[in-house]
C-alpha cells in the first residue's frame, strides 16, 4: 500500500526546489546517483563497529562501502586519518569533544553573534553545557575576525582545545596563524570546515591540513553530497576519534548514506568540481556587486567564498525576518541571520545570509546573480504592493525557466 499522502508532500517540495532560487548558503543540490545510493538496499544493514571488526554478520558489502568513502576522504583532504559515520557535523563536533575533552574543560570557539556555530559553544547546546567554552569574535570597525583579540584569549584563558570555523562569516579564516598561536599554548587545534569544505577541496580556500589536529565537516554544504558529517585527524588522535563515535556517541552508521558520501567524494576528486567550485566564487562576487550597487550593506565589506551577510536593517529599515518573508513570498529562499553587534534579537535579526552553491549547481552564472541582486533590491527597497510582488515573480520565473534539475521522477513512482 502506497503512503499517497507523504509522497504528495514530497512532490510538493521537489517542485519548490525546481521552481525557487535557492540562496541558503547551507544547501546544495546532489547528483541523481547521489540521491539513488541514499534510497539503497544498504539502509536494511545493521553495521556496528567498523570494517572488519563489526557486532554483526553479513556485513562484508558494506565494508567495502565504508573503505572507499574512507579512502576517497583521505585523498581528497590529504588526511591520515577519516571516520564517515557521524550522521551529521553536529554529531561529529560532539565526538570530537567526547574524544579530547572531560567535561568542564576550557575551550575557545567563535561566538555566534559573530559569525560561529550553535555546537562551538553556545550556552543552550551541549558544547556550552558540558565544557567551559570562551568566545572569540570580530573586530567592530572591520567585522572581521579580530586576531588579536583571539591570540590574548589563547594565552589567557589557556585552553585545552581552540575550534575554529563559522557558519555565517564571509572572509577567508587564516587556518594557519590560529593553530600555531593554539599549539604554542598548548593548546589542540581543531577546525569545523561545514561551510567551505567544497572550497577547499578545490583549492579556493586555505586547507586546515597539516595544521589542524582535527577537522570535522557536513557533507551537504559546499561539498554537494548527502546530508551527513565526517571527521578527520592526525593518526595519533584515530583511536579515541573512532571510540567517541562509536560506541561513545551513535550505534549503527547510516550505510546508504555512506555510500552516498563515497560518491560524494568521488565527484569532489573529478575536475569539473574544481570549475564548480570556482564558479560559486565567480557567482557570488557577482552577487556582492549587484547588492553593493543598489545600496545594500553587506557585512566585512563583501566575501571571499560562497556567502554573504546582508545588513537588510541598515539598508532598508526592516528586520532579517520581513526581508525573510518577502523573498518567500517571491520564491527567493534566504534565511533571516544575526550580523556581528547585531541589536535585534535573534529570531528578528537585522540580516539575511544568502548563499550560491545551490544555483551555480543548477547553472546559475554571473548575470543570473547580478539579477537575482536586483530583484531582491527592487523587493525589498519597494512597497510591499500586488505589483511589485508580481513583477518580482515574473523575473524569478524567467531565471529558474532557464535551468532544469531532478525531470526523471520515477523515485516518486
Keep these: 500500500m502506497r503512503d499517497t499522502k507523504i509522497f504528495e508532500s514530497v512532490e510538493r517540495e521537489l517542485n519548490r526546489q525546481r521552481n525557487n532560487i535557492e540562496l541558503i548558503a547551507s544547501e546544495n543540490f546532489v547528483s541523481e546517483q547521489i540521491l539513488e545510493l541514499a534510497g539503497t538496499v544498504l539502509t536494511n544493514k545493521y553495521a556496528e563497529g567498523y570494517p572488519s571488526k563489526r557486532y554483526y554478520g ?168 548527502p546530508r551527513g558529517g565526517v571527521i578527520m585527524c592526525k593518526e595519533q588522535f584515530a583511536a579515541d576519534i573512532d571510540r567517541a563515535v562509536f560506541p561513545g556517541m551513535q550505534g549503527g552508521p547510516l550505510m546508504h548514506i555512506i555510500a552516498a558520501k563515497a560518491a560524494c567524494f568521488y565527484e569532489a576528486l573529478q575536475p569539473e568540481f574544481k570549475e564548480y567550485a570556482k564558479q560559486i566564487i565567480k557567482n557570488t562576487k557577482a552577487l556582492e556587486k549587484s547588492l553593493k550597487e543598489e545600496g545594500f550593506r553587506l557585512v566585512a565589506g563583501g566575501t571571499d567564498n560562497h556567502l554573504l551577510l546582508v545588513d537588510v536593517k541598515a539598508s532598508c529599515g526592516i528586520s532579517g525576518k520581513k526581508a525573510e518573508r518577502l523573498l518567500d513570498e517571491i520564491n527567493i529562499t534566504a534565511n533571516k541571520n544575526a550580523i556581528p553587534f547585531d541589536t535585534e534579537k535573534p529570531f528578528k535579526a537585522s540580516g539575511i545570509r544568502v548563499g550560491t552553491p545551490a544555483m551555480t549547481t543548477k547553472g546559475f552564472n554571473e548575470d543570473d546573480f547580478r539579477e537575482v541582486g536586483k530583484i531582491i533590491a527592487y523587493r525589498l527597497k519597494n512597497e510591499e504592493t500586488d505589483e511589485v510582488k508580481e513583477e518580482c515573480l515574473r523575473r524569478v520565473k524567467a531565471l529558474t525557466d532557464k535551468v532544469t534539475m531532478y525531470q526523471d521522477k520515477t523515485y516518486l513512482k
Design 58 to 225: 553479513g556485513c562484508q558489502f558494506v565494508d567495502e562501502v565504508e573503505n572507499i568513502a574512507r579512502d576517497r576522504l583521505k585523498e581528497l583532504f590529504g588526511c591520515e586519518h577519516a571516520n564517515v559515520q557521524p550522521h551529521s557535523g553536529a554529531q561529529a563536533n560532539t565526538a570530537v569533544y567526547l574524544a579530547l575533552l572531560k567535561t568542564g574543560d576550557k575551550v575557545l570557539g567563535m561566538s555566534l553573534a559573530d559569525g560561529g556555530h550553535l555546537t562551538h559553544g553556545h550556552p543552550l547546546n551541549y558544547s556550552g553545557i558540558n565544557y567551559e567554552f570562551h568566545s572569540y569574535g570580530v573586530r567592530k570597525d572591520t567585522e572581521t575576525i579580530d586576531y588579536d583579540d583571539y591570540k590574548k584569549k589563547v594565552e589567557e584563558i589557556k585552553p585545552k582545545l581552540v575550534v575554529a570555523g563559522a557558519s555565517a562569516y564571509s572572509r577567508i579564516i587564516d587556518f594557519e596563524f590560529m593553530a600555531k598561536v593554539a599549539h604554542d599554548n598548548g593548546a589542540l587545534f581543531m577546525v569545523d570546515m561545514a561551510h567551505i569544505a567544497g572550497l577547499v577541496a578545490a583549492g579556493l580556500h586555505p586547507s586546515p591540513f597539516p595544521h589542524a589536529d582535527i577537522v570535522t565537516t557536513t557533507t551537504h554544504k559546499t561539498l554537494r553530497g
